[in-house]
């Protein structure tokens, strides 16, 4: 891959170079897909002294844990359904929606639930070209109780040295708490 002077080029050509690196970036993940199910394959990953593909992909490869889970799912897909490494190199799927989906059929598989080859194609046909929001809604109407399933954390983010955001899932009594909180404050 050649290194460009992005600053030099128009915005006409800056946006054609964007479109041919993403183009590149799908193949890419392709490639890498190929190379994570070799490694599984062989289990090379356990030669190297790892435990899991998923051991191997975040302390080896330096993935973060929710990339390393997306690939692995991806892969692990792709294997079954081999159709999705065109879609995903279109771009009508993407890494996160194959995890959504991924996470479904493991739910489901949880409640004795499995699902042939076919019937996963169809799935993924569904949702081609969906956000992972969509995917996810789509989903939650076959099984609702998936997204439902456990507490949900709570996430912090710091916004300056004095606030952070909070953002939990509460029910109407945790609601009126908090309003009655909220009134006393004021």
Known sequence: ????????????????????????????????????????????YATLGYSSMFDYCTKHLKYCPASAQLRIDAMRLSSEVPEIRDSLEKGSLNLSVIGTFQKFIRHEKAKKKIYSTEEKKNFLKQVESKSKLDAEKFFAAISPEMIAEGPRQEKKRIISATQSEIKFVADDRLLALIDQMKAKLI
Do not use: Y
């Open 1 to 44: 891959m050649k290194n460009i002077d992005l600053k030099v080029l128009s915005n006409s050509e800056l946006l054609n170079e964007t479109v041919k690196a993403v183009a590149q970036e799908r193949e890419l993940t392709n490639l890498v897909l190929e190379h994570l199910r070799e490694i599984q394959r062989r289990r090379l």
